[in-house]
């Protein structure tokens, strides 16, 4: 009866739950695809982490749809399995006994047949007609009959229980195999639960490294903000940065990843981030602030994809394509801030006209005649940078995407 119900059961429930998995699947594989042709927004080196998380989450969809298959198959096979297994023992001694009576059908049709053939060589020879010999051969005449007629019946028997033998041995042939497929069955769901607790460490390690570097850029930016404020060229809204720091903090407690459906939402700009202060560049062209670079980081708002934390990115970050690349300025300006920091290395701010302020940090030098104070003209050099430049642009507390000024 509960064998009977839980077959109901999984008839009922396995079609659905497989085709929310393959739906789940399939909607996190078109998000992983879409995510390696858009995700634009943050460094590359996070970006390759958050891939790999969502990948991962990905093969642990595909793992636990396979597991779910396996349970459900190896519960509707259990009952035919014991009833196989139970039926296999039962052919298997049929079979010795069968063999058994085989062999000693086999001996003694040798022998009726050597009986046979010695009766009939003697019934062969000459007798000397006389009332003794007449029953002796009488007598053998009915004995060789008898031989013969219990020989065609032993070999009817022999060639009968051989046909029973074969019949037994194919049938457990049969049952061998639904059997050592069931067998082999568990050994792959034993196999996949390994897999699927490896991919969760796997995963929870990926989770941890993209942390850490979703923290240090965030850290970056603090940094960043709370310096230009000191110099009063942004204002810091204290709600709003209350907001986004409980925010995070939830986020980051979170042991759990987002429901599948909302894996992957890059570049959506959320309503929270409508305040901030931007504006358009309408002023001219002018240089880059290196000669030859990529782009790592763009300015835009963007949602995190695993931890769903908004970030609004005021500036961009270039990664040199040489090592130790000169950084120059990109207007003529007074420098108004020259100094190492705990978190962007070191930092040039540069005034120029109408209000607007370009910002170099992360440099990993500064150039020795570089100070607060002095004037430079566009394309100075005002230092190094071996990993990546992150260049920031304001203008009277607005923010502008520095690409503007150059592309």
């Known amino acids: 009866m509960i064998r009977l119900f839980l077959a109901l059961l999984l008839t009922f429930t396995l079609p659905h739950a497989k085709s929310n998995i393959d739906n789940k699947i399939n909607d996190a594989s078109k ?16 970006a390759d982490n958050a891939k790999a998380i969502l990948e991962q989450k990905r093969e642990i969809l595909q793992q636990e749809k396979y597991l779910q298959e396996l349970i459900a198959e190896l519960g509707e096979k259990e009952s035919s399995y014991n009833e196989n297994t139970l039926q296999l023992q039962e052919l298997k001694k049929s079979q010795d006994m069968l063999k058994k009576q085989q062999s000693e059908i086999e001996d003694e049709l040798i022998f009726t047949i050597a009986q046979t053939v010695s009766l009939s060589i003697i019934l062969d020879e000459k007798y000397t007609v006389n009332k003794e010999s007449l029953i002796e051969f009488e007598v053998l005449k009915s004995m060789l009959s008898n031989a013969k007629e219990k020989a065609e019946v032993l070999n009817n028997k022999f060639y009968n229980n051989s046909k029973d033998i074969d019949f037994l041995s194919l049938h457990a042939s049969s049952l061998e195999v639904a059997i050592s497929n069931i067998d082999k069955k568990r050994k792959d769901l034993l196999h996949t639960q390994a897999e699927n607790k490896n991919s969760l460490k796997k995963l929870e390690i990926n989770k941890e490294s993209y942390k850490k570097e979703l923290k240090k850029l965030l850290n970056k930016q603090d940094e960043l903000k709370k310096t230009l404020a000191k110099l009063n060229i942004i204002k ?8 986004e720091q409980k925010a995070r903090k939830e986020a980051f407690e979170s042991q759990q990843l987002p429901p599948d459906e909302q894996l992957l939402k890059v570049k959506k700009h959320g309503s929270s981030y409508k305040a901030i202060k931007t504006k358009e560049y309408k002023g001219a062209k002018t240089i ?17 994809p695993i931890y769903r934390i908004k970030i609004f990115n005021e500036s961009i970050s270039l990664k040199p394509n040489e090592s130790n690349a000169k950084v120059k300025t990109v207007f003529n300006g007074k420098v108004i801030y020259a100094d190492k920091t705990a978190v962007l290395d070191n930092i040039v701010i540069i005034e120029h006209d109408n209000g607007l302020h370009t910002i170099y940090a992360n440099l990993s030098q500064i150039s020795p005649n570089i100070k607060t104070g002095k004037k430079i003209k566009k394309g100075y050099t005002i230092g190094r940078v071996s990993d990546e430049l992150i260049f920031e642009v304001t203008q009277k507390s607005f923010h502008i995407n520095p690409i503007r000024l150059f592309q």
């Open 31 to 46: 998000r992983i695809s879409s995510f390696s042709k858009t995700f634009s927004s943050i460094n590359e080196k996070m």
């Open 236 to 243: 810091i809204d204290e709600t709003r940065k209350a907001q």
């Open 288 to 304: 880059a602030p290196l000669d030859f670079y990529t782009i790592t980081k763009e300015y835009g708002t963007y949602t995190d």
